[in-house]
């Protein structure tokens, strides 16, 4: 049940993702390299080399002021992340 909380999470932050026009490429692209190693990681059911919980947590503190919504979605998938393990 956790990884299916996972996925749904970061779905969300895909939808997020995609509605908020004015985040900078670099963020962006860190969000994008993230997910994608998370997605990468639950299909292959591995325990990650390092974990994405830190860079997630800096994206969001950078986000917060600017981008509310999207803070608390990369929060919900940090905390999904640290729940699965990963």
């Known amino acids: 049940m956790p990884k299916e909380r996972l996925r749904a999470t970061l779905s969300e932050l895909h ?3 995609k509605t908020t026009p004015a985040v900078d490429d ?3 692209r860190l969000l994008h390299e993230v997910s994608s190693d998370i997605d990468r990681l639950l299909r ?4 990650p080399a390092t974990s994405h919980v830190g860079t997630l947590s800096e994206l969001a503190t950078r986000f917060e002021r600017d ?7 990369i929060r919900q998938v940090a ?3 640290s729940r699965v393990g990963l």
Not at 44 to 47: E, G, R, V
């Open 44 to 47: 292959a059911n591995q325990p």
């Open 26 to 28: 670099e963020a962006r």
């Open 79 to 81: 905390d999904a992340l």
């Open 15 to 17: 939808d997020e993702l």
């Open 67 to 73: 981008h509310p919504s999207l803070a608390t979605a």
